[in-house]
């Protein structure tokens, strides 16, 4: 897994506007980021290292999905 | 009826056998291209809200080339819209710019940053160009050191970048994908349309610039290869821009970046080995003629002495460098600039965090290639222009700077770390210098509206297809395609028609039936055909160049042929829809003094080369 879990968020955007591939969204209920595209996550980092608290967690290793032959 | 077609009606439920293979007939026409998944979101965009700027100029991304084109433009009396597929400082490559190399000329000597620089790109290098750079790069430190940027904590850039972009009144549109260019009644570029991807909270709105000048600022692109952090770069310049009638140029080269073999995705942790090497920041000395930069070798990675770097002699006769023998004379000759730059500064302390596993680790095992797979060479792939003014040779209105712009400043390789973050503010500046004059030429604009509600009609298509393919699968494919070294990096003409073949059946069957259930996967599906046209661009131009250069390495002609290909290889869309390609000849001032020998023209040595030249001599 890339991005693993964002816990303790404060809800300042950071993250959201430093992904470059749209893998954070926020949530409009609770006002908090939430990963909403794991997929695609290229563990770059830019979201923890623009997060104020250290809210983000990642790991280095990536899960692809199985490619079929329609799809 | 005869025993057989009886049996045959028996077994199929009803049906004889002339029928089944009439069934077959129809069946295999069907399945030509069979759409098999269901768009879960499928729906009607005809009544999605439009968000409508006018402006003198419009400015496509927020990297270094976009922001000093930005201000440039603002200074110039032009009213300025960027748009942007992420964030100011934070999308493409410019978050990551580490290295910068200014040229002091009280230091350097000019004709040895020539001499050395087009030895290393072999000669296809644009001089001019370079001397530009080493015109302005110096001036380019001043004005970062003036705004504070040297003295940022690391990835605390795009605060001062955007704060600057605002306090100079430029309208920020962020988090849109800009999906095609909008032409004037005379077929000039006068505009953009895109979307607002993020729909989490408010549906996607089609956003319509028109503008009186564009400047692409788009950066370069990837194959979303792993362990680079580029996969929000998919060559959308490019494909704008080649849809509107532009030259493109640059496509048969590389860039080289390895990654780790154990975890190969991780993006980061490549870059934190590449920030551990001493000086990632301001660059000192000349760049090398043989060693450094990013060659063929390196996206081989372990492939070591397949390609050598002829360690015995250099360009100009002189004994090269051998490997492990302490940095080179020219690497200690200047601190002038030590301890500035974008990463390192005086006072603070690096702290990237990481992985705490991989610092008990020390590594991720082997470098392996490929970790930028389908990436040109900074400054040498993209629009092409003739003129130094920026400006898209083939279609007017449309101006291109940084990666966007094919300036072929680094020619067929990559020659040292340094150039492409002030390359880009050089040329973004450049560009604005031009699109300003030509904007300001202009006193009004003549668009069809049909214009505009056809090209948002295009981009909304995966979202109101009901069935086709996904853009991850169509991704996946590409990328299994093109990715493998035996296509990417060592090309022979059958394996190139072959992948090429498949490309065009994807390009052709299967972008039109992309289907899109959110905002997220229309992105996905535009960056997708995008990346298609891309590897179309890639394979034609690596068969057309029928010898080696750089990183460019054909099995079948393993050395340069100077007499035919001191050119550059460019790409337009013919007026039948069909690629075509020609070359633009450099100027005979540039070429390798032929009396020179062919090894100290060309130092570095590809399999096969000897036996070749040999073979022909």
């Known amino acids: 897994m890339p991005i693993e879990k964002i816990h303790g968020c404060i809800g300042c955007e950071n993250c959201v506007n430093a992904c470059p591939t749209d893998v954070i969204r926020m949530d409009p209920g609770s006002g908090q980021a939430y990963i909403a595209y794991q997929d695609e996550c290229q563990i770059c980092h830019l979201c923890r290292l623009s997060c104020p608290v250290d809210a983000i967690t990642l790991t280095p290793d990536k899960f692809v999905k199985p490619t079929v032959s329609w799809g | 009826m005869s025993e057989d077609d009886s049996n045959t009606k028996n077994s199929s439920g009803g049906v004889t056998r002339r029928d089944i293979l009439k069934l077959g007939a129809i069946t295999a026409a069907t399945l030509a291209v069979p759409t098999v998944l269901k768009n879960l979101g499928a729906t009607s965009m005809s009544g999605t809200q439009r968000e409508r700027y006018d402006t003198d100029i419009l400015i496509i991304g927020t990297g270094f080339a976009g922001i000093f084109a930005a201000v440039e433009a603002r200074k110039n009396g032009q009213s300025v819209v960027m748009l942007d597929k992420g964030s100011v ?3 493409g490559l410019s978050p990551w710019a580490s290295d910068s190399r200014p040229f002091d000329p009280s230091i350097y000597s000019r004709e040895e940053w020539h001499h050395n620089i087009a030895t ?3 000669w296809v290098n644009d001089r001019k160009w370079l001397d530009i750079f080493m015109d302005e790069s110096l001036g380019i430190f001043d004005i970062l050191e003036d705004w504070g940027i040297h003295d940022c904590k690391p990835f605390e850039r795009s605060k001062v970048f955007r704060q600057l972009l605002l306090d100079d009144d430029v309208t920020l549109v962020e988090r849109t994908m800009v999906t095609s260019f909008i032409k004037d009644e005379d077929g000039k570029v006068a505009g953009a349309v895109g ?18 000048a564009v400047i692409m ?9 792993p362990g680079f952090p580029n996969w929000g770069q998919t060559f959308d310049g490019d494909a704008m821009a080649y849809e509107a009638g532009a030259f493109i140029t640059g496509k048969e080269y590389h860039d080289t970046h390895p990654t780790l073999s154990d975890a190969p995705a991780a993006s980061y942790e490549g870059w934190v080995w590449a920030q551990s090497v001493v000086g990632a920041y301001i660059m000192v000395g000349a760049p ?7 060659n063929l070798d390196m996206a081989l990675g372990v492939a070591q002495g397949k390609i050598n770097r002829d360690p015995g002699v250099g360009p100009g006769g002189e004994e090269a460098p051998t490997a492990g023998a302490g940095p080179h004379p020219e690497v200690v000759r200047n601190q002038k600039y030590r301890g500035k730059g974008f990463l390192v500064t005086p006072g603070l302390e690096l702290d990237f965090g990481g992985f705490p596993e991989a610092a008990a680790k020390q590594e991720f095992g082997f470098r392996v290639g490929g970790a930028t797979a389908g990436m040109g060479v900074h400054k040498s792939e993209g629009v092409f222009n003739s003129d130094y003014t920026c400006k898209a040779d083939g279609v007017d209105g449309l101006y291109a700077a940084g990666d966007a712009l094919g300036s072929m400043m680094c020619g067929s390789s990559y020659p040292a770390r340094g150039f492409s973050s002030y390359g880009s503010a050089i040329q973004g500046r450049l560009a604005a210098k031009y699109a300003s004059e030509y904007a300001a030429s202009i006193s009004s604009l003549h668009i069809n509206p049909s214009e505009i509600d056809s090209k948002i009609s295009a981009m909304w298509a995966p979202r109101e297809n009901k069935e086709g393919f996904s853009p991850d699968w169509l991704t996946k494919t ?3 395609t093109m990715t493998p070294f035996h296509i990417l990096y060592i090309k022979e003409e ?8 498949s490309i065009e059946y994807l390009r052709r069957n299967l972008v039109p039936n992309m289907i899109a259930r959110d905002g997220h996967e229309l992105r996905l599906a535009h960056e997708a055909a995008n990346m298609l046209l891309n590897a179309e661009m890639k394979l034609r131009a690596g068969l057309f160049r029928t010898e080696s250069r750089g990183t460019h390495f054909r099995e079948e002609y393993p050395a340069r042929n100077d007499k035919d290909w001191l050119c550059w290889v460019l790409m337009q869309k013919g007026a ?3 690629m075509q390609l020609s070359k633009h000849m450099l100027p005979e001032e540039w070429w390798p003094d032929q009396s020179v020998p062919y090894r100290q023209r060309y130092p570095r040595q590809y399999p096969g080369e000897d036996e070749y030249l040999a073979s022909r001599s």
């Open chain 2, 478 to 480: 590409l990328q299994n």
């Open chain 2, 89 to 91: 400082g934070w999308s």
């Open chain 2, 217 to 225: 600022c788009t950066g370069a692109g990837a194959y979303k290869s």
């Open chain 2, 576 to 578: 039948d829809g069909a």
């Open chain 2, 120 to 122: 290393n790109t072999e």
């Open chain 2, 195 to 212: 979307f607002t991807y993020d729909d989490s909270q408010d549906s996607s709105k089609a956003v319509v610039v028109t503008a009186k």
């Open chain 2, 494 to 501: 059958r394996r190139l028609e072959g992948a090429l073949s």
């Open chain 2, 288 to 294: 090398d003629p043989v060693y450094g930069g990013l």
